[in-house]
């Protein structure tokens, strides 16, 4: 990753000092080892800042929905599942493409710490490095090598797209790996009785502190203002009532419903981990088996079956599945 960083920092202090772009969007290190956060550098002295580790998770394309509209234009670094959610920002038509500059980071997967906690090897750690199918933990006491895969996110487990399908230039070479089944909890939800589905999710979203991370960081919740902050009329009351919780999560996954790129963002961020991904995977399995395979964000060509009509589309409701009688 070292050498990815060095190209990273070369292209920031590049751009930043020739004027081709006002703003680059990266990652910087943190206090702690699992703080790798976005990074908003306008200076070239700044570039050497910009970081690339197992930690970047953060989803940048989300921010230029803001940076945009002071900036003239912004250079990012993007991920597969940050690319997707650009190529989904453009067809929604909320950036413009030629104020943004792409560079495509092929990403191998990246660490979750609470699973890195829960294992005992958080204490006094230092660095984690990838070492082919392991990763080596070191801290001032010890060097661990240990199995990747259990304690990569489960979002980058199920992963599809590790290389971004869109950029401008790609840093590196493009990877590809066998994705884990990502439906496989929807598909035991699925199993549940009515009454036993509604208890888990009522379970889950008692939790719910109404904080909206998970609308703020969604890359497909992009509307200038949320119905849930409008005072009149008022849809939430300041009490935590289950009912309207219940309410916010469904018409939240509602709305980016055919345009959700699957990146895990909402479920990561949440504090009490509510697993929303399940929720919105859901509705990508249903468009699936309605409307045949789809996957936000791959094309800009290819409209959401959600927002498209065909005579052919089936009719769940009527019971007629063929468009004609």
């Not at 703003?23 to 800042?49: C, I, T």
């Not at 940048?60 to 803001?66: F, Q, R, V």
């Not at 092929?106 to 906690?117: A, I, N, S, T």
């Not at 699957?262 to 309605?290: A, M, Q, T, Y």
Request: glycine share 6%; aromatic share 12%.
């Amino acid at each position: 990753m070292k050498q990815v960083v060095e190209i990273m920092r070369e292209i920031a202090a590049r751009s930043l000092s020739g004027g081709e772009v006002d703003l680059v969007l990266g990652w910087q290190k943190g206090d702690f080892w699992w703080q790798s956060y976005p990074a908003f550098v306008e200076r070239e002295s700044d570039a050497n800042s910009i970081i690339w580790d197992l930690f970047c998770v953060s989803n940048l394309s989300k921010y230029l929905l803001e940076e945009l509209q002071e900036k003239k234009r912004v250079a990012v670094f993007v991920k597969g599942c940050d690319s997707l959610a650009f190529n989904q920002m453009l067809q929604d038509r909320r950036v413009a493409r030629e104020k943004v500059v792409l560079y495509g980071i092929p990403c191998g997967r990246l660490v979750d710490p609470r699973k890195v906690e829960r294992a005992g090897l958080h204490r006094n750690l230092l660095e984690v490095k990838r070492d082919g199918e392991k990763l080596l933990f070191v801290s001032a006491e010890f060097e661990k090598r240990v199995s990747a895969e259990d304690y990569y996110y489960d979002k980058c487990l199920t992963c599809r797209f590790p290389t971004p399908v869109i950029s401008d230039e790609l840093l590196g070479e493009a990877i590809s790996f066998s994705p884990r089944e990502r439906f496989e909890r929807v598909k035991k939800l699925e199993k549940m009785g009515p009454d036993e589905r509604f208890n888990y999710w009522s379970r889950q979203f008692t939790r719910c502190i109404r904080c909206f991370a998970c609308r703020n960081v969604c890359p497909a919740c992009s509307c200038r203002e949320c119905v849930f902050d409008i005072l009149d009329p008022r849809w939430l009351g300041k009490a935590r009532e289950l009912s309207e919780t219940q309410f916010y999560h469904i018409i939240r996954a509602y709305h980016v419903a055919g345009r959700c790129v699957d990146c895990g963002e909402c479920s990561r961020v949440c504090p009490v981990n509510i697993p929303l991904s399940e929720l919105d995977r859901k509705f990508i399995k249903d468009i699936n088996e309605l409307y045949g395979d789809y996957d936000a964000g791959v094309s800009q060509e290819k409209d959401s079956p959600l927002i498209t009509y065909n005579l052919n589309d089936p009719e769940v409701f009527s019971g007629d599945w063929g468009g004609v009688k």
